[in-house]
């Protein structure tokens, strides 16, 4: 089945503790995206990257890092969370974003305390 | 900059009633138009898309037709179901980075 999965679905953790949450995908999708959303603020970008060893900032980069080694792969990192980073957030992967539309993960909620 | 603006809700409808999700949209050139799905505690669903003008997507008894000439992007469908509660985002294409502009979101309460 074509899907993007991400783990975890929860956590919580403590601020300060370095994080990352895991995203694959299994299309063969050069492109994939890192979203946050939030009550009243909708979604926002993180971090996208159009393809292998190729990424950027979306609209919300501060405090995340990504990196894409390889197709299938785009995790999220945050070195040092901070409770305004609790949130829901989704990955997404497409082949062509402006054609296509994003397939997107079922979500990590993120609570940090 | 290219935006996408989306009615408030939520919008409160009874079952079998017909809807209509309101999305007019701000753009440079013609960009690809998405209206995407997302149910209570799950990820986010392509519901419809449309490439270009007077293209019509459909999908589930949803519709919505690219009107160039108002930048609208509707959403409409002739009888709801609860099911259908749900919380509904327009998006368009960002030609110049081929990301999606995303609208605030509608959300859809279907009540027996």
């Known amino acids: 089945e074509a899907q993007v999965t991400q783990n975890p679905r929860y956590l919580i953790t403590v601020t300060g503790k370095k994080l990352t949450v895991t995203c694959s995908q299994n299309m063969n999708h050069e492109y994939m995206s890192w979203y946050r959303q939030d009550p009243g603020l909708g979604l926002r970008q993180i971090y996208y990257s159009m393809n292998v060893e190729a990424t950027d900032k979306g609209d919300v980069p501060e405090g995340y890092k990504v990196s894409r080694k390889e197709k299938r792969n785009f995790p999220l990192i945050l070195e040092s969370p901070s409770p305004n980073q609790t949130s829901l957030y989704f990955c997404?992967?497409?082949?062509?974003?402006?054609?296509?539309?994003?397939?997107f993960g079922s979500g990590t909620r993120l609570t940090v305390v | 900059g290219d935006s996408v603006t989306q009615m408030e809700g939520p919008v409160t409808l009874s079952e079998e009633a017909f809807l209509t999700i309101n999305c007019t949209y701000t753009?440079?050139?013609?960009?690809?138009l998405f209206w995407y799905v997302q149910y209570p505690g799950e990820g986010l669903q392509l519901l419809l898309k449309a490439t270009k003008a007077d293209d019509k997507g459909s999908n589930k008894g949803f519709e919505a037709t690219y009107r160039k000439e108002t930048t609208s992007f509707h959403l409409e469908k002739g009888s709801v179901q609860v099911s259908d509660s749900a919380v509904y985002f327009c998006?368009?294409?960002?030609?110049?980075?081929?990301?999606?502009?995303w609208g605030a979101g509608t959300k859809l309460i279907i009540k027996p």
């Open positions: 753009a440079t050139g013609y960009p690809s």
């Open positions: 998006a368009l294409s960002d030609l110049s980075n081929y990301q999606l502009i």
């Open positions: 997404a992967s497409s082949l062509k974003p402006g054609h296509y539309g994003y397939t």
